[in-house]
């Protein structure tokens, strides 16, 4: 259907920088997904030194990194664009972070070597390099999408931070595999108002539509005050999931 209902503005984040297994599936998948519900997504690639106001996007996306890019981009954040990306957190705009992209948020990311990279901290959380590197496929079961009973959520990790989270946050889910925020406590990301911050790549949308259809919700709800999405023929998207979630069984960590 071609789009006669409202704008929906997107940011993709240094999509130059921050790519990592596919992350930017997730922003074909939020504009093709908004096409079908006859929005009319708009999508803005914004890299080092621009300083867009955030508030007026809808949904913002920023994929993962290794340790170089996401230095960039903390000196990015720090000097130009930390401030008024915190304040559209605050706003409710929709934010989703994978990986390197989800630590940045947080007060810290120090290094396997030490090195302490300072985050916007707008998300109360903190990571730290350890010695092993967590990977893999994962499966999570989430209860923070609306509907009857919780969801699964799959994607793939590959990371050596271990994400804490501050008290009083809640994490995204709960790992069924994987090792999530940290290989210790179970938890997986982070929701905080609108932000979901997670180590999910994937791409992690195209095989979890109901996480995608959350986001854009939150995006209308928080535009308009309503979001009336009529059902989508999901056969191949939920397909894909249960592949996903087959192969994450058969290879348990
Ligand atoms: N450099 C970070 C880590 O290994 C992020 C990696 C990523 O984004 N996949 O923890």
């Known amino acids: ?34 096409e079908w519900y006859g929005l009319r997504p708009v999508v803005d690639e914004v890299s080092l030194e621009a300083k867009p106001d955030f508030r007026l996007y809808d949904v913002i996306f920023i994929g993962g990194g290794q340790d170089r890019e996401q230095q960039l981009i ?41 090195e302490q990279l300072p985050g916007i901290g707008v998300v109360d959380v903190w990571t730290v390099a350890g ?3 967590l990977i893999g496929n994962v499966v ?54 609108n932000t979901l911050g997670t180590y ?4 992690l949308l195209p095989k979890n539509p109901d996480v995608t259809d959350f986001l854009l919700r939150r995006a209308l709800v928080r535009r308009h005050g309503v979001a009336e999405l009529r059902p989508l023929d999901d056969t191949v998207e939920r397909r894909a999931h249960e592949a996903a979630i087959r192969r994450a069984r058969s290879k348990a960590h």
């Open 131 to 133: 010695k092993k590197r």
């Open 74 to 114: 903390c000196l990015d954040f720090q000097k130009v664009k930390g401030s008024s990306l915190a304040e559209a957190v605050e706003d409710g705009v929709v934010l989703l972070a994978i990986c390197g992209g989800y630590q940045l948020l947080g007060r810290y990311y120090q290094t396997g070597d030490g």
């Open 140 to 193: 999570i079961e989430t209860d923070v999408i609306e509907g009857p009973g919780p969801r699964t959520v799959v994607g793939f990790e590959n990371h050596s931070g271990k994400t804490y989270l501050g008290g009083g946050l809640r994490p995204f889910g709960r790992v069924i595999n994987g090792y999530g925020n940290n290989g210790e406590d179970g938890g997986e990301g982070v929701l905080y108002r």
């Open 200 to 203: 999910l790549h994937g791409s």
């Open 1 to 34: 259907m071609i789009g006669i209902g409202p704008e929906i503005k997107i940011c993709h984040l240094y999509p130059d920088l921050m790519n990592l297994y596919g992350d930017r599936g997730n922003v074909i998948a939020l504009k093709r997904r908004a």
